[in-house]
């Protein structure tokens, strides 16, 4: 568990729900995409008769109605579509992680593929729609669950105001 819950002068930092109230249940068409994440990798099904990419997974392609599916390997990027910040505990669990933030994750390389996902490592100020973000994973038990932080190789420039 890395310690980041310290705030720094940066401002508030969005604080990591526990790993472990990640209940699975995995079954034929989601499998796929928890193996993967188990080995750290992100995975996206993909039709295989016309190549529209449908999460979350499910039997049949919503474009052609095909059952015939590939996983793909995605880099782990993307970008923050919207986000909340979630204030309040909603389980007794979550007492101690609130600030958290739960975005939806638009990643880079599976054109409307979306993951709803902690954002984490992050001043809650500095998150943004259009944030460019990075998956980390958290190994618990014998599941890996994911989250997101800012890239490393793109973090925000400054702000910039109105030409004066
Ligand atoms: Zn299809």
Known sequence: MRDEQAAPTGGEMARTPPASLAQLSPDAWTEPFWLAAAEHRLTVPCCASCGT??????PFCAACRS??????????????????????ALI??????????????????????RLVASIID??????????????VWEDVEEISVYRFRPAAVSAPA???GPAA
Request: no cysteine; proline share 9%.
């Open 67 to 88: 059952q015939d599916v590939d996983w793909h390997e995605v880099s782990g990027t993307g970008t923050v579509y919207s986000y909340t910040v979630a204030r309040h």
């Open 158 to 160: 400054a702000v910039s």
């Open 92 to 113: 007794p669990e979550l007492a101690g992680s609130i600030p958290y933030v739960v975005g939806v994750i638009e990643l880079d390389g599976a054109p409307g593929v």
């Open 122 to 135: 992050t001043p809650i100020a500095a998150v943004r729609i259009g944030l460019a973000v990075e998956v």
């Open 53 to 58: 990419y449908r999460m979350p997974p499910g």
